[in-house]
């Protein structure tokens, strides 16, 4: 009955987004304002991080140690239960694209006004499976990166670095077995379009770092001159 009760609710849910679809991305419950794609209450709650001013940050922690990059941001702070967290599975499994599209434009603005994120040469989304993008009918870091690329006016390339080994879900791992589980399913297939240029790889959310981390190893090894990371959100 649970299921059935869950499967109903969510069907309502999309129904609703389907039939009013001036709703809040954030809750899909009250109308949104003139000149955001969220309502007032959800606007003024909206989590976003001050990653773009400060050189030191959750994102940039996460590698500390581990890979060097250049610059390293979050847009919002993600927690268990939160708006943030309804929006990244709105996202990732309910073809809500559009969520992606705005956070994407939010994130390249605020990336053009940083004064200290450098403009790269390239922006490169974190891979997923292809078996995946069939499943879901896109990757969500790719919507999220092809909006930044909007904003900033820099390509985006999809078909650089790709996922060929498809793994069992990061969910509930430790950070050592999440760095295990994806240490050599990246593969870099165009090198020359990054050798010697400065990248920006897009991510939909940093929780550990270890998928992230493994990216940007294969994109050193390909002889990316930086490597900058831009994600929707950061757990922590």
């Not at 969510?10 to 389907?18: C, K, N, P, T």
């Not at 770092?209 to 001159?225: I, Q, R, W």
């Amino acid at each position: 009955m649970k299921k059935i009760a869950h499967y109903i609710k969510a069907l309502v849910g999309d129904l609703i987004h389907v039939l009013f679809p001036d709703l809040c991305l954030a809750c899909s419950k009250s109308p949104k304002t003139r000149d955001a794609a969220f309502c007032v209450e959800c606007l003024h709650a909206m989590p976003y991080t001050d990653h773009f001013l400060l050189k030191e940050n959750d994102v940039t922690k996460h590698f500390r140690g581990r890979i060097n990059i250049q610059h390293g941001a979050a847009l919002l702070r993600f927690r268990e239960g939160s708006m943030v967290q309804i929006m990244l599975h709105n996202l990732k499994y309910k073809k809500r694209k559009e969520i992606g599209e705005v956070l994407g434009e939010i994130a390249g603005k605020k990336l053009l006004d940083s004064p200290i994120f450098s403009l790269p040469d390239l922006i490169i989304p974190v891979p997923v499976h292809p078996k995946k993008v069939r499943r879901r009918g896109y990757n969500q870091s790719t919507i999220f990166g092809k909006a930044v690329s909007a904003a900033i006016h820099v390509s985006i390339a999809e078909d650089v670095l790709i996922k060929e080994t498809e793994t069992t879900s990061q969910t509930g791992k430790s950070r050592t077995e999440r760095v295990e589980n994806v240490s050599e399913v990246f593969v870099l297939n165009k090198p020359e379009a990054i050798t010697g240029r400065n990248v920006l790889i897009v991510d939909d959310v940093v929780t550990t770092g270890a998928t992230l981390e493994a990216c940007c190893l294969k994109l050193k090894e390909g002889g990316a001159k930086s490597i900058s990371i831009l994600s929707i959100a950061v757990a922590g």
